[in-house]
């Protein structure tokens, strides 16, 4: 990354010319190596909290956060070159054509300074943002992201739809949930094990995109008594939007979630797909993987 390009963006943490180095690892699919003289995808990493600060975004002493510092190493595996950042001024047209996907870690109405106090994005940043990822960029949201722009009344907020769901309740407490993967071809899906049942922060959802590919069901079943009694429902997808490319996942909330092997495969599977660095199909599948979510 050029040095001078992270001069101009003083909202970007010092140690952005470190992971720009880090994450041009000699790694394409994981596992396999890149192609000789391919270039690193650029991931902008946002999370800035309009609402509550989940620890897992939360810088402490100026230390990168846990997540940070875990897509650090992701980059490394992965051909993936990582910018943080929490200032919403970096949404411009000009500043997102630089990114190949964005990777979101938020909560709130990011157009308010909100809880954090970080600089928040303008309506036109965030319409500059949806137009970039219609026409092509990526796009992943972790967790929060789905608690992000929330919606008014029946009137889905645009980055909802851009999202594919939002959230509707917290589960209460932490829970152990089973995922049961739903499209092993999709990248890093098919690294999870039928009994991979992290212990998370679980959300359900309200206004699913018809237009979903579920990659994991989450099995209701295997949650403790009384913590939900629903049917099983999606909990990781991607979808097309536009010409772009979508991915969101509801996990992440816990470190133990972060640390975990199978969590980031699903995730780096996810952001090489969003950011063309590998391909799957995904077409709609929401009525036939989860017909109590779809709806009449």
């Known amino acids: 990354m050029n040095r001078g390009k992270i001069g101009r963006y003083g909202h970007v943490l ?20 890149a192609k000789a003289g391919a270039v690193a995808k650029q991931i902008l990493f946002y999370s800035k909290s309009s609402e509550y600060e989940d620890t897992m975004v939360r810088r402490i002493n100026g230390r990168p956060s846990v997540a940070e510092r875990t897509l650090v190493d992701l980059g490394k595996e992965n051909h993936l070159t990582f910018t943080f950042t929490k200032d919403g001024s970096v949404f411009t047209a000009e500043k997102l054509a630089q990114y190949d996907a964005f990777c979101f870690f938020t ?40 608690n992000t722009f929330n919606s008014r009344g029946i009137e889905v907020d645009p980055f909802i739809a851009m999202v594919g769901g939002e959230l509707l309740t917290r589960v209460r407490g932490l829970e152990s949930a089973r995922q049961i993967a739903v499209d092993t071809n999709f990248p890093g899906i098919g690294a999870v094990p039928a009994d991979f049942a992290p212990v998370d922060e679980w959300y359900t ?13 989450q099995d209701t079943g295997s949650m403790g008594r009384g913590s939900y009694y629903g049917p099983s429902y ?63």
């Open 107 to 146: 909560s709130g109405d990011l157009t308010l300074w909100g809880y954090d106090h970080n600089p928040p994005m303008t309506a036109a940043g965030k319409a500059a943002l949806l137009a970039a990822i219609h026409n092509g960029k990526g796009f992943v949201g972790l967790h929060s992201a789905a």
């Open 14 to 33: 010092a140690l952005v010319a470190a992971v720009a180095v880090l994450g041009l690892g000699p790694w394409g699919e994981a596992g396999e190596p």
């Open 205 to 217: 959802f309200r206004n699913y995109s018809t237009n979903l590919h579920v990659l994991l069901l």
């Open 234 to 296: 999606p909990s990781t997808w991607a979808q097309r939007y536009g010409e772009g490319r979508v991915f969101y996942t509801s996990m992440g909330h816990e470190e133990a979630v972060w640390h975990s092997r199978t969590f980031q495969q699903i995730l780096a599977g996810g952001l090489k797909w969003a950011a063309r660095d590998a391909e799957a199909e995904v077409p709609p599948n929401l009525k036939t993987t989860a017909p109590q979510a779809a709806g009449p």
